[in-house]
């Protein structure tokens, strides 16, 4: 239209000009024009980063929930609606809990487990990865042993004690075969779910870049299935720290040793509160700084690092 | 190398067929626009060309590198940075190269698709142009003479799109690669492509095609002419899908 009167604007521009381009005449120039229009384009549509300094609420909101709960249960005792020896005072329980520590008990009874969940966890890890690995690509196998593997994760670990102990004795073997049998099917289960919700795209990304089965297997779906890896990790371990509980309360004697669930035993066979709570807040304690220390950064970071952490309330 | 598609038929199963008869000649160098309505099998003709999937019937001439792709969603690996990204594919194609070698040849993408300030940045830290852009440079470093595009632009606004349109122009030119993009916008197909090629719906076959000449470049008016012609076209083949 190049005689209506209306379009002023564009017939202002020098003839070459509007002629140069036929969608956007204004965008097109020369190439200095384009990389300083892109980046202007670049910087408006991308967020800058915001830094986070320490996020004080995220320390004072649980510190203070804490003081709240341990107020409440001091009210409750000072009430005395109950004898004190059936419910002890936090007080008290503190008090225990020092003279325990000057005997070295509870460095004992903490270590002893802690070595104990972490050795056997580790082992669980060590023997679950390659195995989810193979059961998530190799489709037959997954049929055949899916089932069975999700049923184990119902199966209580406490269930296998009893097997243990007629198989291994009162040996540290019996608490590490049942922190095994508790820890192993989650963390299958975790890898394979992983695998799972990676986006089909990333496979056929890696076919096009010319990935080998095992360039695949390594950097492509490794990498991809690490955050439902990781879940079904942070899952075995809670699953190993309960098991490991449970074994060390039954399974008391022969050569196993001293550990926060044989501490909790012995609270019970003396009838001493003081000590029962002391072992059930250790062992609580123990599962608390595990998260926070290390599954929780190592959480955070990779999330981050992906960008799935917008938005969440962690 | 050109690429060559003859009598190239498709189906899934024992399904109508998606594809059928495909016939094309696509010359090295060439900047092929393949013009289709949703559902004409316009992904599934170029996953064929890809080796992502095999054709039932017909011959399929491609170069024997392979072919470089890009997709839809830049589809980038969220784990990897941009520059992880590219040395990853750089990896990948060439497996006998120096980490050095790669690094010195990512700088040298990224400068290409003018990111050369990103390369450290995570796939969800860029904008939506930004990460086609680096899909852009991952395609280039497979090094292959063929590249094939699936709607990379679709997902994009407009401005953007324009954008990343004298872009891909700017790098066509300075790469030489044979190009084939698929797109469903008849106003993108006649900006980029030298040929456009229309794909009908249900089977998939070439129906119609234009050259786009110099002179539709230069020539407002010619182009939304030829835009109309062919948007024209690819009405008539959906109208006949009413019945």
Request: net charge neutral; aromatic share 6%.
């Amino acid at each position: 239209m190049p005689s209506n009167p209306i379009t002023t604007e564009e017939r202002t521009l020098p003839v070459t000009e509007s002629k140069e381009h036929i969608t956007s005449p204004s965008l097109k120039g020369n190439a200095s024009e384009l990389r300083d229009l892109e980046a202007g384009l670049d910087n408006l549509q991308s967020d800058s980063g915001r830094k986070v300094g320490i996020e004080w609420k995220r320390v004072l909101l649980p510190v203070a929930a804490l003081v709240v709960l341990i107020l409440a249960w001091q009210f409750y005792v000072s009430l005395e609606f109950k004898r004190r020896d059936l419910v002890p005072g936090p007080l008290d329980v503190l008090t225990q809990f020092v003279t325990m520590w000057g005997e070295g008990k509870v460095q004992e009874a903490v270590w002893t487990s802690l070595q104990r969940g972490v050795i056997g966890f580790l082992i669980s890890v060590v023997i679950a990865t390659p195995v989810g690995l193979i059961l998530a690509q190799v489709a037959p196998l997954r049929r055949a042993f899916g089932p069975l593997i999700s049923g184990l994760q119902v199966l209580p670990s406490v269930a296998w004690v009893p097997a243990a102990i007629i198989w291994f004795g009162l040996t540290d073997a019996t608490v590490y075969f049942v922190v095994f049998m508790g820890a192993i099917p989650s963390i299958i289960n975790g890898l394979i779910s992983g695998v799972d919700q990676i986006p089909p795209q990333y496979r056929s990304v890696g076919t096009v870049l010319g990935a080998n089965r095992l360039q695949m297997a390594l950097q492509i779906v490794l990498p991809a299935a690490l955050p439902g890896y990781i879940g079904g990790l942070k899952q075995g371990w809670a699953f190993s720290w309960r098991s490991l509980m449970a074994a060390e309360i039954i399974a008391v004697g022969g050569t196993i040793g001293f550990g926060l669930g044989s501490l909790l035993d012995q609270g019970r066979l003396l009838s001493d509160m003081t000590i029962v709570m002391s072992a059930i807040l250790l062992i609580l304690f123990v599962g608390i700084l595990i998260e926070l220390l290390v599954f929780g950064p190592i959480e955070k970071r990779l999330l981050q690092r992906r960008g799935l952490l917008a938005g969440s309330s962690r | 190398m050109p690429v060559v598609l003859e009598n190239l038929g498709k189906r899934f199963g024992s399904g109508a067929p998606v594809l059928d008869d495909v016939n094309a000649t696509i010359k090295q160098g060439e900047f092929v626009a393949l013009l289709g309505a949703s559902g004409c099998g316009k992904s599934t003709l170029l996953n064929i060309m890809a080796g992502l999937e095999r054709p039932t019937s017909g011959a399929l001439e491609v170069p024997s590198d392979g072919a470089a792709f890009m997709f839809q969603d830049a589809s980038l690996f969220p784990w990897l940075t941009a520059r992880g990204n590219i040395e990853l594919a750089l990896q990948l194609a060439d497996k006998s190269s120096t980490k050095a070698s790669r690094r010195e040849r990512a700088s040298e993408l990224l400068e290409l698709v003018h990111l050369g300030g990103a390369g450290d940045k995570r796939p969800h830290e860029l904008s939506g142009g930004m990460r086609q852009r680096v899909a852009l440079a991952r395609s280039l470093a497979q090094n292959r003479q063929l590249l094939l595009m699936d709607e990379p632009f679709a997902a994009l606004d407009a401005i953007t799109r324009d954008l990343l349109h004298d872009e891909l122009e700017r790098i066509w030119k300075e790469t030489g690669r044979t190009i084939v993009f698929v797109t469903h916008n008849v106003r993108e197909a006649v900006r980029l492509g030298q040929r456009v090629l229309l794909l009908s719906s249900r089977p998939g076959r070439v129906v119609a095609e234009w050259d786009v000449t110099e002179e539709h470049r230069t020539d407002a008016g010619r182009a939304g002419e030829l835009t109309g012609v062919i948007t024209r076209r690819l009405r008539e083949e959906i109208r006949r899908h009413a019945k």
